[in-house]
């Protein structure tokens, strides 16, 4: 069972940059893995954000290409969660942002849309005022 905590989240002016990190508990296991952020606005569906997978093959959502970074994520470096830096924040960005992880097959490719991811942290708030 893999576990993730999400911190970092908070109130960040308009322009302003806020990173998140993800913490990973009880790894993968040597298995082939994809993690990554999604984010739920009010009233909105989830939304990918970015995704890494153990190849280290990046991908982000059209909405924050050149904006947000992802950063590598090594199994067993258990000083170096998970993060994601972003920067020029705007008040559509505002939304719980969420770590999300999925074992996958050796011929899978994770970052396809519509990938269904299995372990979820519980969220945390990012809130982009004016």
């Known amino acids: 069972q893999v576990r993730l905590q999400e911190s970092g989240g908070g109130s960040v002016k308009a322009g302003g940059s806020r990173k998140l990190s993800c913490g990973v508990s009880?790894?993968?296991?040597?298995?082939?893995?994809?993690i990554g952020w999604f984010r739920q606005a009010p009233g909105k569906g989830r939304e990918r954000i970015a995704i890494v997978d153990d190849n280290g093959r990046k991908s982000y959502g059209d909405v924050v290409k050149g904006r947000f970074t992802i950063s590598e994520y090594t199994e067993y470096s258990a000083d170096a969660p998970l993060t994601l830096q972003m920067r020029s924040l705007q008040s559509e960005d505002t939304a719980t942002y969420y770590c999300a992880a999925r074992l996958r097959e050796f011929d899978e490719d994770c970052h396809a849309p519509g990938t269904r991811f299995t372990y979820w942290g519980q969220g945390t708030q990012v809130t982009v005022s004016s």
């Open positions: 009880s790894g993968f296991l040597g298995g082939l893995y994809c």
